[in-house]
């Protein structure tokens, strides 16, 4: 964020100087880089000092100047200070686009700029688990919010409460609500100007696929062959029985229609996948052994096709 222009600089005077001063040490320059006198290398030179003194001979307009170069000098310090270490600060966000439009505004469209001071966005993140995700759920935090200072409401550059800056940032508790099927790294508003990004934690048991919950289920190779019924704990509620069709192979993915999670501001709901791992019961006994024994010389195949990797 670049600096004010330092007009006083430019009219070669003293920050104190009073109007008369001001004016002399104007024309003096003026005059000496005047483009009658100097031609075109002297334009800007000229328009520079001319500017200058347009607000620094106007009473209001040099208050209002003022009052800005001590907020520019306070950010500077104050965003260097440790009060400030857990809050990222984004400045690409304001409105007018930084410190340059905001000045110009306020020189091109008299002294009201009430409100037109750039803000800093505290931000703050939480991190939340996929069920929170599924119930949506309320965070209780604290956050350092920026508000106008209401003793001067930004009218007074020497106000203590503020320091001229017309706003003031103190932590303040906030109940953020956090609906459900939020998506990571969504951003909420919270207070005035703070806000509040969000993580979901990785889950030991499902992925997130969109709307949809996506997980591995194991079921032994007896139940996948003749078909039954295992029970399943879903991401959130009690458990329940899953139907598994016979000859169910390793791989096959069964779809829990709505078992999903809530998209966010609405009422659809995902769906929860399970993809199929057949596994062996354990541990096989030897009665189990003789069984597989029996299977094995029921049937000719013993598997050896190879197939590329999915
Ligand atoms: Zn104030």
Redesign the pocket.
Known sequence: MPAPKDYYKILEVDEKADANTIKQSYRRLARKYHPDIGGKAVEDKFKEINEAYEVLSDANRRRDYDRLRRGYAERESRSQGAGFRRVAYDWSNDVGGGFGSIFDDLFSSGHDRRGNIPRPVPEESVRITLEQVATGTTANLTINDVKE?V????R?GN????????Q?SEPKRFDVAIPAGIVDGDVLKVGEHARLRIEVAPHPRFARQKDNIVGRLMVAVPLAVVGGEVPVRPLVGEEMMVKIPPRTNHGRMLRLKGMGLTHRGSLVKGDMLLEVALRFPEPITQEDTLLYQELLTHHQESGGEIRAPR
């Open positions: 200072c003793v001067c409401h930004g007074d106000c203590p409460r503020c320091g001229g800056l017309g003031i």
